[in-house]
């Protein structure tokens, strides 16, 4: 309908066939058709000459951005801030990278087992109460008990049957037992106890028997014990023990009449070990009981009349009408008392309060005279170290002293801040460098120990050089609290050893603090899980001495007794 015509059009059948025609020509203009219809011209749009010119599009602002990213950073700093503890356990310690290294190579050389801080079951069980989920720890004392159950059997070998026996224990205590060491405990009491010797050993505890001669390692209780151990079923080694409970019961029960409970208790507690089934012993228990019952009521009040002297201000004196008189009256009675020993410690730290006074007050003479009292009473006292270095202020107050010896006249409360400025630079680099050092032994655990290089020692050094150090001085003071975290870590772990060394360490550091209450009867409850888990290894005799330590600082314990008739029963 364009108008145009092409030649090709037309078929010899008359028939149009539609086509495109050239394509080179679609850009050319179609040349005008006259189809006998008018034409119009249509104009191009005119633009005004001079118009603003439209400004460009502007981006579209992405305010959403900025919130986003806001969230997702407080996102990741609370993530952060939730898995602390964990990342923090990703970082390498240093000091427990130490102590490992140290626990390997004592274990490398042979070195088992020990009491000088420096075996390979001392070092791994320090490095546990460092960090108490170290695989690297729970791994080496595993390889320490290993290493213990291999010289147990050499010892055994070779005939060394003390030196095997040692080996065992502490392979049980690492192992919690096992085939290996069942076996080995198996064949130790057959060396000790051979068929052919057995009635030569109820020989041996008959005659010791007739002789009066009950306990120890030759007395007829430990014959007859041996000969039972090897042989359950020896009827002559049962009776015999049976007339040996007899005796020691008849001796126990003395013993209670006569007011000397230290004894009875110890012939109760070998009864115990060594005729566990004897029928008297929940009666002597119960006489033991109603014995120490009357003595409590005496030494409550003797303990009373103390803790009102101390609130009298009645410290020390001549007479026994002071709270040092009546606490060692208490002790008379019975040496392991607690609140006694307790009490004497308060009675140091009020006449360490009464030396700081007498410092502030410039009068060294006095201060000196109540510190030596308060030193033979907590000579480890770490209030005690500390107000000692207030004495001469170190080397730097004897230095300002001997500045001030011309007669130039100071203020009495400017002696902390003078003798603070008589330290020389190397004295105050050699101080913080002592105070370094002392910070990476509390770290490693060693408080009182190694005589020397523990923090307790490197403290005190460093205020025999400024007395007046504050980072020294609250180092000193603050050890107290340091022990107290290590020894809730020992006893989370179970290792009641070490927490009882803590625990010693404790009192000689802060005597009478009210705290210890708490962590020795901690410390005595620890012992009986202790002794029932030695007990269920078949060690009888270490669980019965491990009831003993948790008598000593837990007498009241409720679930004393119900352990010892556990472990005497086999139940």
């Known amino acids: 309908m364009s108008g145009r015509r092409d030649s090709n059009d ?5 028939r149009t066939e539609p086509t495109l025609g050239r394509l080179d020509d679609l850009d050319k203009p179609a040349p005008p058709v006259d189809d006998g219809l008018p034409h119009f011209v249509v104009d191009e749009p005119r633009r005004r000459a001079g118009g603003p010119t439209p400004p460009p599009r502007r981006p579209r602002k992405r305010g959403w951005l900025i919130p986003v990213l806001v969230l997702v950073l407080i996102g ?3 993530g952060l801030w939730l898995q602390q503890d964990r990342l923090r356990n990703l970082v390498p310690s240093t000091e427990l990278n130490d102590v490992l290294t140290q626990a390997n190579q004592a274990l490398d050389a042979g070195k088992l087992d020990g009491t000088q801080g420096d075996s390979a079951r001392e070092l791994f069980e320090k490095a546990r109460d460092q960090q108490p989920d170290s695989d690297q720890a729970r791994d080496g004392l595993r390889r320490v008990g290993q290493a213990e159950v291999a010289r147990a059997d050499q010892a055994l070998s070779a005939g060394r049957l003390d030196e095997a026996e040692a080996a065992l224990n502490v392979a049980r205590e690492l192992l919690g037992g096992g085939n290996d060491v069942e076996q080995l405990s198996t064949r130790l009491s057959q060396a000790r106890n051979p068929q052919g010797h057995t ?7 008959q005659q010791a028997f007739a002789a009066g001669k009950l306990d120890g390692d030759d007395g007829a209780g430990a014959l007859y014990r041996r000969v039972l151990d090897a042989d359950k079923s020896n009827a002559v080694a049962a009776r015999g023990l049976d007339k040996v409970g007899d005796a020691l019961a008849a001796q126990a029960r003395q013993a209670i009449a006569d007011n000397d409970r230290a004894k009875a208790n110890t012939l109760v507690d070998r009864i115990a070990i060594l005729v566990p089934g004897y029928g008297d012993l929940p009666s002597l228990r119960a006489s033991l009981a109603e014995n120490r019952k009357q003595d409590d009521q005496a030494v409550t009040t003797l303990i009373q009349q103390g803790n009102d002297a101390m609130r009298a201000g009645r410290f020390t004196g001549d007479g026994d009408d002071n709270a040092l008189a009546r606490f060692r009256a208490v002790l008379a009675k019975d040496p392991d008392n607690a609140d006694a020993r307790a009490g004497l410690g308060q009675v140091a730290q009020a006449l360490i309060v009464q030396a700081n006074a007498a410092l502030d007050s410039e009068d060294d003479a006095q201060a000196s005279r109540l510190l030596d009292q308060a030193a033979k009473l907590a000579p480890k006292s770490a ?3 500390a107000a000692r270095a207030r004495i001469g202020g170190g080397e730097a107050r004897g230095g300002k002293r001997a500045a001030t010896s011309d007669g130039v006249a100071t203020a009495g409360g400017g002696d902390t801040a003078e003798a603070s400025l008589a330290v020389s630079p190397e004295q105050k680099a050699k101080v913080a460098a002592l105070v370094g050092r002392a910070q990476a032994a509390v770290a490693r655990g060693d408080i009182m120990d190694p005589p020397g290089d523990s923090a307790y020692d490197l403290y005190r050094n460093a205020l025999a050089i400024d ?8 180092g000193l003071q603050g050890l107290p609290g340091q022990v107290e975290k290590l020894m809730q870590q020992a006893v989370a772990n179970g290792n009641v050893k070490r927490a009882e060394d803590l625990y010693g360490t404790l009192s000689d550091l802060a005597p009478g603090d009210a705290s210890q209450g708490e962590m020795r009867h901690r410390l005595g ?4 899980d202790n002794a029932l888990q030695r007990s269920s290894q078949g060690d009888r005799q270490g669980a019965f001495q491990a009831l003993d330590r948790a008598r000593h600082y837990a007498p009241d314990d409720p679930r004393l007794q119900g352990a010892y008739e556990r472990i005497a029963t086999g139940r």
């Open 76 to 78: 990741a700093a609370t």
């Open 199 to 205: 009635e030569s050993l109820i020989d041996q505890a």
């Open 10 to 14: 037309y078929e010899p059948r008359g």
């Open 383 to 385: 209030e005690l170290a």
């Open 467 to 474: 007395g007046n150090d504050p980072a020294a001085r609250a």
């Open 525 to 528: 409850s620890a012992w009986i």
